[in-house]
Protein backbone atom coordinates (compact mmCIF):
# COMPACT_ATOMS: atom_id res chain seq x y z
CA UNK A 1 0.00 0.00 0.00
CA UNK A 2 3.01 2.39 0.79
CA UNK A 3 5.12 1.58 -2.25
CA UNK A 4 1.62 2.47 -4.23
CA UNK A 5 1.00 5.97 -2.55
CA UNK A 6 4.57 6.74 -3.15
CA UNK A 7 4.60 5.53 -6.87
CA UNK A 8 0.99 7.78 -7.27
CA UNK A 9 2.59 10.55 -5.43
CA UNK A 10 5.62 10.29 -7.65
CA UNK A 11 3.10 10.43 -10.80
CA UNK A 12 1.49 13.52 -9.53
CA UNK A 13 5.17 15.18 -8.74
CA UNK A 14 6.08 14.40 -12.28
CA UNK A 15 2.70 15.60 -13.96
CA UNK A 16 2.91 19.12 -11.81
CA UNK A 17 6.70 19.49 -13.08
CA UNK A 18 5.72 18.71 -16.84
CA UNK A 19 2.72 21.43 -16.44
CA UNK A 20 5.61 23.88 -14.91
CA UNK A 21 7.59 23.25 -17.44
CA UNK A 22 5.22 23.43 -20.24
CA UNK A 23 3.62 27.03 -18.83
CA UNK A 24 7.08 28.35 -17.77
CA UNK A 25 7.98 27.54 -21.40
CA UNK A 26 4.70 29.41 -23.13
CA UNK A 27 5.31 32.48 -20.90
CA UNK A 28 5.89 35.32 -22.85
CA UNK A 29 9.50 36.98 -22.93
CA UNK A 30 8.45 40.23 -24.19
CA UNK A 31 10.29 42.95 -23.05
CA UNK A 32 9.87 46.63 -23.17
CA UNK A 33 11.84 49.00 -22.45
CA UNK A 34 10.92 52.41 -20.25
CA UNK A 35 12.23 55.16 -18.82
CA UNK A 36 12.30 55.55 -15.30
CA UNK A 37 9.90 57.57 -13.62
CA UNK A 38 8.04 58.29 -16.64
CA UNK A 39 4.23 58.01 -17.88
CA UNK A 40 5.55 55.01 -20.00
CA UNK A 41 6.71 52.81 -17.04
CA UNK A 42 3.63 53.18 -15.44
CA UNK A 43 1.16 52.47 -18.15
CA UNK A 44 3.44 49.13 -19.19
CA UNK A 45 3.69 47.70 -15.59
CA UNK A 46 0.41 49.11 -14.92
CA UNK A 47 -0.23 51.47 -11.56
CA UNK A 48 -3.73 52.66 -9.71
CA UNK A 49 -2.37 56.10 -8.84
CA UNK A 50 -2.03 56.89 -12.63
CA UNK A 51 -4.79 55.26 -13.90
CA UNK A 52 -3.06 52.09 -15.51
CA UNK A 53 -3.76 48.78 -15.53
CA UNK A 54 -0.71 47.56 -17.43
CA UNK A 55 0.53 44.66 -19.02
CA UNK A 56 1.32 41.50 -16.47
CA UNK A 57 1.75 39.18 -19.69
CA UNK A 58 4.86 40.90 -20.53
CA UNK A 59 8.27 42.32 -19.22
CA UNK A 60 9.59 45.73 -19.10
CA UNK A 61 13.15 47.08 -18.13
CA UNK A 62 13.44 50.71 -16.93
CA UNK A 63 16.26 52.81 -18.50
CA UNK A 64 17.64 56.40 -17.36
CA UNK A 65 16.86 57.86 -20.62
CA UNK A 66 14.65 56.80 -23.49
CA UNK A 67 18.27 56.67 -25.60
CA UNK A 68 19.85 53.97 -23.43
CA UNK A 69 16.40 52.45 -23.98
CA UNK A 70 16.48 52.35 -28.01
CA UNK A 71 20.43 51.32 -27.52
CA UNK A 72 19.16 48.17 -25.73
CA UNK A 73 15.86 47.71 -28.79
CA UNK A 74 18.48 48.05 -31.12
CA UNK A 75 20.88 44.99 -29.39
CA UNK A 76 18.05 42.69 -28.69
CA UNK A 77 17.51 43.33 -25.09
CA UNK A 78 14.26 44.35 -25.31
CA UNK A 79 11.53 43.93 -28.20
CA UNK A 80 10.02 47.42 -28.20
CA UNK A 81 10.41 50.93 -26.41
CA UNK A 82 7.40 53.00 -25.33
CA UNK A 83 7.96 57.00 -24.37
CA UNK A 84 6.79 60.24 -25.17
CA UNK A 85 6.07 60.69 -28.82
CA UNK A 86 8.32 63.88 -28.84
CA UNK A 87 11.22 62.27 -27.69
CA UNK A 88 10.57 59.00 -29.81
CA UNK A 89 10.27 61.57 -33.40
CA UNK A 90 13.50 62.13 -32.19
CA UNK A 91 14.91 59.53 -31.41
CA UNK A 92 13.82 57.72 -34.81
CA UNK A 93 15.43 60.69 -36.61
CA UNK A 94 18.82 60.07 -34.64
CA UNK A 95 18.60 56.44 -34.47
CA UNK A 96 19.11 54.09 -38.08
CA UNK A 97 16.68 51.06 -37.65
CA UNK A 98 14.12 51.77 -35.55
CA UNK A 99 10.44 53.38 -36.46
CA UNK A 100 7.66 54.57 -34.31
CA UNK A 101 4.17 53.44 -34.20
CA UNK A 102 1.96 55.96 -34.95
CA UNK A 103 -1.13 55.48 -32.50
CA UNK A 104 -1.37 57.50 -29.63
CA UNK A 105 -1.83 55.43 -26.54
CA UNK A 106 -2.22 57.85 -23.70
CA UNK A 107 -2.74 61.50 -23.87
CA UNK A 108 -1.74 64.10 -21.49
CA UNK A 109 -0.52 67.84 -20.33
CA UNK A 110 2.59 69.05 -19.77
CA UNK A 111 2.88 71.59 -16.70
CA UNK A 112 5.54 73.00 -14.59
CA UNK A 113 6.17 71.65 -11.01
CA UNK A 114 6.37 74.28 -8.55
CA UNK A 115 7.60 74.35 -5.17
CA UNK A 116 4.65 73.87 -3.15
CA UNK A 117 5.55 77.02 -0.72
CA UNK A 118 5.81 79.13 -3.66
CA UNK A 119 2.08 80.46 -5.17
CA UNK A 120 3.48 83.45 -6.10
CA UNK A 121 5.29 81.91 -8.95
CA UNK A 122 2.93 79.41 -9.82
CA UNK A 123 0.72 82.38 -10.17
CA UNK A 124 3.34 84.55 -12.25
CA UNK A 125 4.23 81.77 -14.31
CA UNK A 126 0.95 81.39 -15.05
CA UNK A 127 0.23 85.07 -16.06
CA UNK A 128 3.17 84.72 -18.66
CA UNK A 129 1.69 81.85 -20.16
CA UNK A 130 -1.42 84.09 -20.39
CA UNK A 131 0.22 86.89 -22.42
CA UNK A 132 0.34 86.87 -26.25
CA UNK A 133 4.32 87.35 -26.40
CA UNK A 134 4.06 84.05 -24.78
CA UNK A 135 1.60 82.07 -26.88
CA UNK A 136 3.86 83.47 -30.02
CA UNK A 137 7.13 82.66 -28.24
CA UNK A 138 5.51 79.10 -27.82
CA UNK A 139 4.41 78.72 -31.01
CA UNK A 140 7.61 79.53 -32.59
CA UNK A 141 9.06 77.44 -30.31
CA UNK A 142 7.75 74.38 -30.77
CA UNK A 143 7.52 74.88 -34.73
CA UNK A 144 11.27 75.19 -34.36
CA UNK A 145 12.17 72.02 -32.99
CA UNK A 146 9.45 70.02 -34.69
CA UNK A 147 8.67 71.45 -37.96
CA UNK A 148 11.98 72.59 -38.55
CA UNK A 149 14.93 70.14 -39.79
CA UNK A 150 17.26 73.37 -40.43
CA UNK A 151 16.72 74.85 -36.62
CA UNK A 152 19.86 75.23 -35.04
CA UNK A 153 19.29 76.43 -31.55
CA UNK A 154 21.46 78.78 -29.63
CA UNK A 155 22.99 76.53 -26.01
CA UNK A 156 21.51 77.86 -23.11
CA UNK A 157 24.75 78.64 -21.00
CA UNK A 158 23.35 78.75 -16.76
CA UNK A 159 24.32 78.07 -13.81
CA UNK A 160 24.13 74.66 -12.76
CA UNK A 161 24.72 74.99 -8.79
CA UNK A 162 22.47 77.38 -6.65
CA UNK A 163 23.87 80.10 -4.50
CA UNK A 164 21.97 79.99 -1.09
CA UNK A 165 23.35 83.96 -0.99
CA UNK A 166 20.95 84.78 -3.72
CA UNK A 167 18.10 82.82 -3.13
CA UNK A 168 15.29 85.63 -4.16
CA UNK A 169 17.79 86.51 -7.71
CA UNK A 170 17.60 83.02 -9.09
CA UNK A 171 15.23 80.46 -10.83
CA UNK A 172 16.26 77.31 -9.78
CA UNK A 173 14.49 74.57 -12.19
CA UNK A 174 15.49 70.62 -11.98
CA UNK A 175 15.14 69.12 -15.18
CA UNK A 176 16.64 65.57 -16.73
CA UNK A 177 18.41 66.73 -19.94
CA UNK A 178 18.15 63.79 -21.60
CA UNK A 179 14.86 64.10 -23.55
CA UNK A 180 15.09 65.61 -26.37
CA UNK A 181 13.54 67.70 -28.43
CA UNK A 182 12.11 69.18 -25.02
CA UNK A 183 15.92 69.05 -23.03
CA UNK A 184 19.07 68.22 -23.77
CA UNK A 185 22.69 69.27 -23.61
CA UNK A 186 24.74 70.98 -26.62
CA UNK A 187 28.36 70.64 -25.03
CA UNK A 188 27.87 73.24 -21.37
CA UNK A 189 25.12 74.59 -22.19
CA UNK A 190 20.97 73.48 -22.34
CA UNK A 191 18.87 73.02 -25.69
CA UNK A 192 14.83 72.56 -26.33
CA UNK A 193 11.76 73.48 -25.86
CA UNK A 194 11.29 73.39 -21.63
CA UNK A 195 15.00 75.21 -21.89
CA UNK A 196 13.57 77.54 -24.01
CA UNK A 197 10.32 78.72 -21.90
CA UNK A 198 12.60 78.57 -18.58
CA UNK A 199 14.90 81.17 -20.03
CA UNK A 200 11.90 82.90 -21.13
CA UNK A 201 10.24 83.04 -18.06
CA UNK A 202 13.64 83.88 -15.70
CA UNK A 203 13.74 86.94 -18.32
CA UNK A 204 10.18 88.14 -17.68
CA UNK A 205 10.85 87.63 -13.41
CA UNK A 206 14.31 89.37 -13.95
CA UNK A 207 15.79 86.48 -12.02
CA UNK A 208 19.48 84.43 -12.92
CA UNK A 209 18.33 80.87 -14.68
CA UNK A 210 19.75 77.99 -13.11
CA UNK A 211 19.56 74.78 -14.25
CA UNK A 212 20.26 71.45 -12.38
CA UNK A 213 20.79 68.29 -14.74
CA UNK A 214 19.53 65.16 -12.67
CA UNK A 215 17.65 61.56 -13.17
CA UNK A 216 14.11 62.44 -13.98
CA UNK A 217 12.70 60.33 -11.45
CA UNK A 218 14.26 62.81 -8.79
CA UNK A 219 12.98 66.24 -10.88
CA UNK A 220 9.75 66.49 -9.12
CA UNK A 221 10.82 64.97 -5.55
CA UNK A 222 13.76 68.03 -5.66
CA UNK A 223 11.81 70.44 -6.02
CA UNK A 224 11.67 72.33 -2.84
CA UNK A 225 14.96 71.18 -1.66
CA UNK A 226 18.33 73.17 -1.75
CA UNK A 227 16.86 76.34 -3.22
CA UNK A 228 14.96 74.70 -6.10
CA UNK A 229 11.54 76.21 -7.66
CA UNK A 230 10.24 74.29 -10.15
CA UNK A 231 10.76 71.48 -11.98
CA UNK A 232 10.57 71.64 -15.72
CA UNK A 233 11.13 68.56 -17.72
CA UNK A 234 8.71 67.30 -20.41
CA UNK A 235 6.43 66.48 -16.77
CA UNK A 236 2.55 64.90 -17.40
CA UNK A 237 0.24 66.15 -15.26
CA UNK A 238 -0.87 64.06 -12.62
CA UNK A 239 -2.51 63.65 -9.06
CA UNK A 240 0.48 61.39 -7.74
CA UNK A 241 2.67 64.38 -8.83
CA UNK A 242 0.54 67.02 -7.52
CA UNK A 243 1.29 65.73 -3.92
CA UNK A 244 4.74 66.56 -4.32
CA UNK A 245 4.38 69.85 -6.67
CA UNK A 246 1.92 72.44 -7.61
CA UNK A 247 1.07 72.21 -11.43
CA UNK A 248 1.11 75.93 -13.47
CA UNK A 249 -1.18 75.84 -16.21
CA UNK A 250 -0.40 73.36 -18.98
CA UNK A 251 2.23 74.57 -21.77
CA UNK A 252 1.74 71.61 -24.22
CA UNK A 253 -1.63 69.90 -24.37
CA UNK A 254 -0.95 67.09 -27.04
CA UNK A 255 1.82 64.70 -25.47
CA UNK A 256 1.64 60.92 -25.56
CA UNK A 257 2.88 57.79 -25.55
CA UNK A 258 4.06 55.73 -28.22
CA UNK A 259 5.69 52.45 -29.31
CA UNK A 260 9.36 52.45 -30.73
CA UNK A 261 10.38 49.09 -32.48
CA UNK A 262 12.72 47.90 -35.03
CA UNK A 263 12.56 48.39 -38.60
CA UNK A 264 11.86 45.02 -39.70
CA UNK A 265 9.55 43.76 -36.60
CA UNK A 266 6.06 43.59 -38.37
CA UNK A 267 4.27 42.53 -34.83
CA UNK A 268 1.99 46.40 -35.23
CA UNK A 269 1.59 46.78 -38.52
CA UNK A 270 -1.71 47.55 -39.79
CA UNK A 271 -2.71 48.13 -36.42
CA UNK A 272 -4.34 51.87 -36.19
CA UNK A 273 -5.98 52.13 -32.87
CA UNK A 274 -4.86 51.85 -29.09
CA UNK A 275 -7.62 49.06 -28.42
CA UNK A 276 -5.75 47.29 -31.46
CA UNK A 277 -1.79 47.58 -29.98
CA UNK A 278 -3.21 47.29 -25.93
CA UNK A 279 -4.97 43.77 -27.40
CA UNK A 280 -1.90 43.02 -29.52
CA UNK A 281 0.36 43.62 -26.38
CA UNK A 282 -1.77 41.56 -24.13
CA UNK A 283 -1.29 38.69 -26.59
CA UNK A 284 2.49 38.31 -26.60
Same mark, same amino acid.
Given at each position: ?45 ? %? ?78 ? %????? %? ?135 ? %? ?15
Amino acid at each position: MKKTLVLVMLVVAMIAIAAFGFMACNKSTYTIGVQKGTTGEYYVKG %DSDWGYSGFSNVAYNAFDNGGMAVQALKNGSVNAVIIDEGPAKALAESVEGIKVIDVVLTTEKYGIGVDKNQDTLKNQIN %DIFAT %DEFKTFKATVFANYFDNENYEPTPIVAATTADDSKAAQQLVVATNAEFPPFEYKEGTGFVGIDMEIAAFIANKLNLELVIIDMDFDSVVTSVGVNNIDIALSGLTINEKRKESVNFTDSYYEEAAQVLIVLESDTTF %DGLTTVEQIEAKLKSL
